[in-house]
Every structure is written in C-alpha cells, then in structure tokens.
C-alpha cells in the first residue's frame, strides 16, 4: 500500500524582524507520512520550534507552505477551528490549568466538538486511562508529578482525535526514567493508533526511540535519516557519547580504540 502523506512542507522559509532580518527556516521542504514518528533535532536556535509551530498553524509562514491531509493551510477558512481538531500540541511545559482537576483539562479541547457533558467526560476518563492516569483524574496539577502531568497534557493533546501531534521538547522537563516512560507511551499510541508524532528534542536518546531523524542547521534540514535498524539507533546513540564524539573530532584515542577509529568515523558520520 502506498504511504500516505499527512504533512507536507514545500519551500517553508519564516523570516523574522523588520530592520535585522534573521531567516530562522529556509525553504524546507519535508513529507511526513501517516503513522511515522519523526524526531526534528539541531542546535539551540537552527529553527525546530519555528518549523513545529508553522506546521501547527501556530505561526504563518514568510513564503512556502504547510499541506495538512492534503489540505494546504492558505486554504483553510477557520483556522482554529482546523487547529483543533487536526493537530494535538504538546509543551516542554504542560501548560495544564492549574485550577481545574485532570479531567477537567483533557476536557477543555472538546468544547468545540458539541458534545454532551456526559459523553466529555467519558472520554476525558478514557484518554486518562490510556495514559495510565485512571487514578488521577480528580487530582489538581499541583498534586501530580512532572511525568503525570506531562501525560495529562498528551490525553489533551489526544482529545479531539488529531491526525497528527506536535511536541516541542515534551520531556525536556523530565528525568530520565519519566522520560523513557513518556516515549514509550508515544509509541504505543502510534502503535495502536497510528498516530503520526513530530517531536522536537534535544534528547539522542528520545530521538533514537523515533523511526526518522532529521537535523536542522541554520533554518535548514542538514540530514534525514530514516532508522532502519537496532544498528542505526545504537550509533545514533554511539555518536553523542564521548567516545562517539572524541572518534568524530579525530582526538587521539587509546591504541585498543585507534585502529578501528577511522571506520567508526565513517559509520557516525552515516547518521
Ligand atoms: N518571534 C521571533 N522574533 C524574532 N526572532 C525569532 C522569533 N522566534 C524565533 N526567532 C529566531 O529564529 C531562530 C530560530 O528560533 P527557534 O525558536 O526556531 O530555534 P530552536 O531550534 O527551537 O531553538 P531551541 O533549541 O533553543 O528551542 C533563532 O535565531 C531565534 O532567535
Ligand atoms: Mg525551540
């Protein structure tokens, strides 16, 4: 079966300011297809943020454009409304009400959806389930943990059935373990959801748990790398251990190391 395009960008460029103009995307053209998971990694400032909030009609772009299911954003009449029920965000910060429970907030995006308070509920319950939240669900933000709140913001980022969600640095908060969690869940959902997950992170490791990578420099994509295999995210995370980074700068390494140096060079370089 031919794979389905959800996303596409054709010549995406944001330029920013009037009288110093800084070109934080320039022309990235990029196709994401239905039930990926993509990791968007690059530098502090190379334009992740900007690319995820053009895709998520979050901002307009200078030139070029964002095609959502096919639909091209310029053409969209009601954009919120096209927002929020096609696109899930999550933040590094939650960004949960602080006043209302758990429930209450995976509820707030189904507003729009007309639906009875009944049924609001049920699924907000439902969603909480899914993310292994049942027991919380009356708890405030300020009683649950970083991961649990962090989850409460997935179930809300789940709840108008979007064909895709975006995630700015979603554990970027988070320790390690409750990181791992985090990505496990966002691969079960795409699993038995086949939801279509853009994530930006500076994390190798949450970036090896995804099937492609791409490298953003200076507002451009710099390299994309679909993970093929057990090998590739395991040199993906080879490559930013101080091993992976002494054999790539061509430091001196010990002599057990130095013969085998220029072929691992040669393979971190590949991804
Ligand atoms: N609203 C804005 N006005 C002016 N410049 C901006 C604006 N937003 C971003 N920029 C600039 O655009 C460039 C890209 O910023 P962006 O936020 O996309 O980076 P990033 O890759 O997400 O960085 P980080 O990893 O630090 O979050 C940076 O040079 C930034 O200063
Ligand atoms: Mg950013």
Do not use: G, I, W
């Given at each position: 079966m031919p794979e389905r395009i959800v996303l596409e960008t054709r010549g995406l460029t944001r330029v920013f300011g009037d009288r110093v103009l800084v070109r934080a995307l320039d022309g990235v053209d990029l196709q994401v297809a239905a039930g990926e998971i993509l990791a968007i990694i690059g530098p502090s400032g190379s334009g992740k943020s900007t690319l995820l909030n053009l895709i998520g009609a979050l901002d307009t772009p200078s030139s070029g454009e964002v095609i959502i299911d096919g639909t091209?954003?310029?053409?969209?009449?009601n954009i919120d409304r096209f927002r929020g029920r096609t696109i899930g965000f999550v933040f590094q910060s939650h960004n949960l009400l602080p006043t209302l429970t758990a429930r209450e907030n995976v509820e707030?995006?189904?507003?729009?959806?007309?639906?009875?308070g009944r049924a609001r509920r049920a699924r907000a319950v439902e969603l909480l389930d899914l993310v292994g939240l049942t027991k919380r669900a009356d708890h405030l933000p300020s009683q649950m943990s970083g991961g649990e709140r962090q989850r409460v913001a997935i179930a809300r980022a789940l709840a108008n059935e979007p064909a895709i969600v975006l995630a700015d640095e979603p554990t970027g908060n988070l320790d390690s373990a409750t990181t791992a969690d985090i990505m496990a869940l966002f691969a079960r959902l795409n699993h038995e959801r086949g939801l279509t997950i853009v994530l930006v992170t500076h994390n190798t490791e949450v970036a090896a748990a995804a099937q492609r990578v791409i490298t953003i420099r200076d507002g451009k994509i710099q390299r994309d790398v679909t993970m093929g295999s057990e090998i590739e995210r395991e040199l993906l995370l080879f490559k930013s251990s101080v091993l992976g980074q002494a054999i790539l700068r061509g430091d001196t390494l010990p002599p057990e190391i130095a013969a085998a140096a220029p072929a691992l060079q040669h393979l971190l370089e590949q991804v």
């Open positions: 091209p954003l310029t053409k969209v009449r707030v995006p189904m507003y729009e959806l007309r639906l009875s």
